[in-house]
């Protein structure tokens, strides 16, 4: 249960305690307080996975445990949607709103850990920073969506451990962080990592601008040329970039690993899954072995791909979000191309730099609720930090912060 002192009209919250857990008083974090999404596992505090159905015991979460350590404190859990499948907020308990814009989604999986920090100024319960997850977009979306920062290390980051958190696919799963500003994200990642991060001149570095025209509307598509203008102003040397659609490769690895993880509740004649997300289940269990492996040998001719890209650039700048938030329940979005499934048109911007593990930073424009990925190589998740230090700089309402 949650302390009932806090109004959460959002329902972003899935666990309050009474007294928060308290970090230790000298750390480099101390006086930092952050949120845990409902996938980490936390001595005392339950683990629901914002679903009705059971769900594993993945232990204690080895980053809830190193923050702690570090000087932060824990103030409770936040919803997520239904066990991470999904990009809206929508779960068995009511789902999550938008922090700003009532009647329209938070995006997802990490809902709650975005709400959580995007009221974070305006909230009794202060939240400074938020642990979330990333499969497919679960970070980058919602801080897209909600206005704020968030950051996706690279695969198996040293400092970001995914130990002790409830998985959704082993293969795309990242562990990550969500905040308002950049500078909070960095000195969190500095914290766990013991990596310095220093603010980067853009002078010289190569950026290549993804901006499919048809997998955006009007409003994302101006955003991220504007931002692109803005990093070409502080000396980078821009060139377009173009990316096939990675989702042959991610959904059959993200939904038959999903399907082993809850497998369990699957046997069940009623497992207490949300339809989309019984659905979305039951279609990876019934994948074959032969299907799953045709998918990773795509993911590594995308590999490939991606590899190519970056002999020619130092940073991708690519749309977080192909529009602003939609509104609650809405399946379809107007893109330049045309109408699209909410889920397709989200994901194929985003998925392509968990599938390959690659270090990506989402990023607010000027245009309110909008954002943008900035993308880095194999082991420049500091470099795009210090680079970020110094990125055209939005609040969450769109204007200079």
């Not at 911007?349 to 607010?364: K, N, Q």
Request: glycine share 10%; hydrophobic share 45%; proline share 9%.
């Amino acid at each position: 249960m949650t302390d009932p002192a806090f109004p959460d009209p959002q329902r972003a919250w899935a666990y309050r305690p009474a007294s928060p857990l308290s970090g230790a008083p000298n750390g480099p974090l101390a006086g930092r307080t952050f949120s845990v999404k409902d996938l980490f596992g936390v001595p005392g505090w339950p683990l629901r996975a914002s679903t009705r159905a059971p769900v594993p015991d993945p232990g204690e979460s080895v980053l809830v445990r190193r923050l702690l350590d570090l000087g932060a404190c824990a103030v409770g859990k936040t919803q997520l949607h239904e066990v991470a499948l999904g990009m809206t907020g929508a779960n068995g308990f009511g789902g999550t709103e938008h922090p700003f814009l009532p009647g329209h989604v938070p995006g997802g999986s990490s809902s709650g850990a975005a709400v959580s920090v995007a009221l974070g100024k305006v909230s009794p319960l202060k939240v400074d920073f938020a642990l979330g997850t990333d499969t497919g977009g679960s970070i980058r979306v919602p801080a897209a969506w909600c206005g704020v920062v968030g950051l996706k290390p690279g695969y198996a980051h040293p400092a970001w451990s995914t130990q002790g958190v409830l998985p959704l696919s082993v293969t795309c799963d990242h562990a990550g962080v969500l905040a308002r500003d950049v500078p909070t994200v960095a000195q969190v990642h500095a914290a766990l990592s013991g990596e310095t991060v220093q603010p980067q001149s853009w002078a010289g570095v190569r950026v290549a601008v993804w901006l499919p025209q048809g997998w955006v509307d009007d409003a994302v598509y101006a955003a991220v040329q504007a931002f692109a203008e803005e990093l070409t102003a502080l000396g980078a040397a821009r060139h377009s970039t173009d990316l096939p659609e990675m989702l042959d490769a991610y959904s059959p690895i993200v939904q038959s690993e999903a399907a082993q993880v809850h497998a369990g509740a699957l046997r069940a004649a009623e497992p207490g899954f949300l339809p989309f997300t019984l659905a979305a289940l039951r279609q990876g269990a019934a994948l074959s072995a032969g299907e799953v492996q045709a998918a990773r040998d795509r993911r590594e001719a995308y590999r490939t791909h991606l590899a190519q890209i970056f002999q020619a650039a130092d940073v991708i700048l690519a749309p977080a979000v192909p529009t602003p938030p939609p509104r609650t329940g809405q399946d379809e979005v107007t893109l330049r191309g045309g109408t699209q499934v909410l889920r397709r048109a989200t994901l194929r911007l985003t998925a392509p730099f968990s599938l390959l593990g690659l270090p990506t930073l989402a990023l607010p424009t000027a245009t309110p609720f909008t954002g943008v990925q900035l993308v880095a190589n194999v082991g420049q998740d500091a470099h795009l930090l210090g680079l970020a230090l110094n990125a055209p700089t939005y609040g969450a309402v769109g204007v200079g912060a």
